[in-house]
């Protein structure tokens, strides 16, 4: 009978790898496994419970917030809330970052950036949606938190991962110290170790990018993809492209088998289309820690300074190889924008 770990146990014994941790981040882990467990519930049952269609309510994004976002946002701030570890949650469901005042919460040391649940417009068609987290040591001393804890960069996150709500339900993060994937067993609730030390595969044949805003894309991103189709067997090329249009999921199968994907600036997203708090920089940890890279096309994601909660940013991460290939076509042919897009974020809306 093969040993079965659940996410618990293995939180537990991994506490060790942290010689001054007294538990508190393998708790706020327990917390936020316990709200992806009740999300998923409710994920799974979507269509059968009138939580589909459109809350009428739009978020900071603009976007029609779908019940589901509304209902998995309100779940993971409560499971936050009452874990006592977190004392700031930055959502995307939420204008401002949200302030845990609740008693237990007074002394936490973390801050959490949640995007509750990416790819929310494929609920409805069924398609693979998820929860991406980022986790960081609060700064100030004392008072309050306030907004100098949340806009942290990349690299001070102590912790990162994602759930998606596929085929199968699994939990992914990393503390620094590698990647590790869990399947939920509906059987027993729990989440079991599944995939132990992820790591990314250098290269790979697989590209995943919305062509449909191919018009609007920069030189070099365009000469990337016309190079992703030219055939040429010795660099087992034409590559496949596959997009899901659920950022979670499109990153999940790179890892798995190996690709790259890229949400690059266009002319209706200057900026960049994805979060650089709560989708970006979560992402660049768990893929460096698995071996890959990520990039804004120019610049490590990890070291992108942070200006404001919904800042968003170009994005081209995966395989190694990949990631360097698609840098050497807009270092060639956008090279101008590099500066821009640096620039741009400090304007950013
Ligand atoms: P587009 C989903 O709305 C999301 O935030 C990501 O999960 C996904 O990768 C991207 O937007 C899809 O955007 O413009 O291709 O529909």
């Known amino acids: 009978m093969k040993q079965v770990t659940t996410l618990g146990q293995f939180i537990i014994e991994k506490q060790n790898d942290f010689p001054y941790a007294k538990g508190e981040l393998s708790r706020l882990l327990r917390d936020i496994g316990i709200a992806a467990k009740i999300v998923n519930r409710e994920v799974n049952k979507a269509g059968l419970v009138d939580i589909l269609g459109d809350q009428g309510a739009t978020n900071v994004q603009g976007e029609n917030q779908k019940k589901l976002d509304v209902y998995a946002n309100e779940q993971f701030i409560a499971a936050l809330s009452s874990g006592g570890e977190c004392c700031i949650v930055a959502s995307e469901e939420n ?130 993809i ?20 659920s950022m979670v999921a499109d990153i999940h199968r790179s890892i798995i088998k190996g690709g790259v994907f890229i949400y690059p600036t266009t002319s209706s997203a200057p900026n960049g289309k994805l979060r650089l708090m709560y989708e970006c920089n979560p992402m660049a940890f768990i893929i460096e820690q698995a071996g890959g890279k990520a990039s804004d096309g120019f610049n490590r994601i990890l070291d992108l300074e942070v200006d ?39 304007s950013v809306a």
């Open 95 to 224: 204008d401002d970052m949200v302030r845990i005042d609740s008693e237990v919460s007074k002394n936490a040391k973390y801050i959490v950036a949640i995007d509750p649940l990416d790819g929310s417009s494929n609920i409805d068609c069924n398609v693979a949606v998820g929860t991406i987290f980022s986790i960081y040591r609060r700064i100030t001393k004392n008072g309050l938190p306030t907004l100098e804890d949340v806009l942290q960069k990349g690299t001070n996150q102590v912790a990162a991962g994602y759930i998606i709500y596929g085929s199968s339900t699994m939990l992914v993060y990393t503390t620094g110290k590698g990647v590790n994937g869990f399947t939920l067993d509906p059987s027993i609730g729990e989440f079991c170790l599944s995939h132990p030390n992820l790591k990314i595969p250098e290269d790979g044949t697989i590209y995943s990018i919305n062509e449909g805003n191919y018009v609007h894309f920069p030189d070099g991103v365009k000469q990337y």
């Open 226 to 245: 016309k190079y992703c189709q030219v055939e040429d067997k010795a660099t087992l090329r034409p590559y496949t492209s596959r997009y899901i249009g």
């Open 308 to 346: 404001s909660l919904h800042q968003r940013s170009a994005i081209f991460i995966g395989s190694e190889h990949m990631v360097l290939k698609a840098e050497e076509f807009m270092k060639a042919h956008s090279a101008g924008q590099a500066n821009g897009v640096v620039a741009s974020k400090k």
